[in-house]
Nanobody, 120 residues
């Protein structure tokens, strides 16, 4: 089992930045690939970003490419999502996830989410 706790969400103006963190506990963090997803009101949860176990491989949704950056620190059991040039359409609950499914989009463990609100 892996427990995931997100933090760092908040209210920011359009064009601003936030850094989300996801702290993991339980089984060995470096064993898992990590992902970030988001769910806006009235919409399905959507993939945002992926990072592999060692941090060498990343993958992004087209909507965030060039603005968001995923990274991880295996010594701190933490994955990060840097959000830059934020837009109102980035408003959502952001979730981190851990897994070893071999897919960018499917994960075994999920956090509880952190709210990001971008005002225009």
């Amino acid at each position: 089992q892996v427990q995931l706790v997100e933090s760092g969400g908040g209210l920011v103006q359009a064009g601003g930045s936030l850094r989300l963190s996801c702290a993991a506990s339980g089984r060995t963090f470096s064993f898992y690939a990590m992902g970030w997803f988001r769910q806006a009101p009235g919409k399905e949860r959507a993939f945002v970003a992926y990072i592999n176990q060692g941090g060498e491989v990343t993958h992004y949704a087209d909507s965030v490419k060039g603005r968001f950056t995923i990274s991880r620190d295996n010594a701190k059991n933490t994955v990060y999502l840097q959000l830059n040039s934020l837009k109102p359409e980035d408003t959502a609950v952001y979730y981190c996830a851990a897994g070893n499914t071999g897919s960018y989009y499917y994960y075994d463990y999920w956090g509880q989410g952190t709210q990001v609100t971008v005002s225009s």
